[in-house]
C-alpha cells in the first residue's frame, strides 16, 4: 500500500514581522476518462496523521536549515505553520479523469472535505473545484514514473584484454 502525500510545497510569504510560511498538500489522481473512487485517497484519509508526522518531521529539519541559513523570518514563520498544523489541502486531477460534484448526496469530494477538515481547526481541503493537470504535465510523469520503475542499465564489462600500446620507432629519423 503506497503512502505519503503526493506533492508538497511550503511558501513564504511577506517581509520581517509580517512572513507567513503557506503549507500545501497536494494529492494528484489521474483515471483517464473514470471517476476516481475515494478508496484512492488513503493519503489525506486514512493515512493522513502518519503521513503529517513524517512531513512534520521533513519541514522542521528545512525550518532549522533556514535559520542556520540566517533566513530567522521564513523559519520563524514554517515553525510557527506547523506548530499550528496550518495546511490546505488541494486536489488536482488528470486531464480526462472524472469526479462528481461536492454537492451531489455521497460525492467523492464532499466525504474528502468531512475526513480532511475533521484532521483539526487549521487543516483543510481547498475550496471549489479541484485542479486539473495538463496533459503534458500528465504524459511527463508518466514518463518519469517509467524511467524510476525501468531496471537500471547493465554494467558496461571492463576490456578483457590490456590495451595495446603504439609501437615505438628505434633508430634515425631522416
Do not use: C
Not at 483515471?31 to 522542521?60: C, H, K
Not at 486539473?132 to 524510476?148: H, K, L, M, Q
Amino acid at each position: 500500500q503506497r503512502r505519503g502525500f503526493d506533492r508538497v510545497f511550503v511558501e513564504i510569504r511577506g517581509e520581517g514581522a509580517d512572513t507567513v510560511a503557506v503549507i500545501r498538500v497536494l494529492e494528484v489522481k489521474d483515471y483517464p476518462n473514470s471517476y476516481v473512487p475515494l478508496a484512492e485517497f488513503t493519503a489525506i484519509t486514512d493515512n493522513f496523521e502518519t503521513n503529517w508526522r513524517q512531513l512534520r518531521g521533513l519541514l522542521q529539519t528545512k525550518a532549522r536549515a533556514l535559520a542556520a541559513a540566517g533566513e530567522a523570518d521564513a523559519a520563524r514563520a514554517l515553525t510557527e505553520a506547523i506548530a499550528r498544523k496550518d495546511l490546505t489541502v488541494e486536489v488536482w486531477l488528470g486531464p480526462t479523469t472524472k469526479m462528481g460534484e461536492e454537492a451531489h448526496a455521497g460525492s467523492v469530494l464532499a466525504a474528502l472535505r468531512a475526513s480532511v477538515d475533521a484532521r483539526g481547526p487549521n487543516v483543510r481541503l481547498a475550496g471549489g473545484r479541484p485542479g486539473r493537470v495538463s496533459a503534458a504535465s500528465s504524459r511527463r510523469a508518466i514518463e518519469a514514473r517509467a524511467a524510476a520503475a525501468a531496471p537500471p542499465p547493465a554494467p558496461v564489462p571492463a576490456p578483457t584484454t590490456p590495451p595495446t600500446t603504439p609501437p615505438t620507432s628505434s633508430g634515425s629519423s631522416p
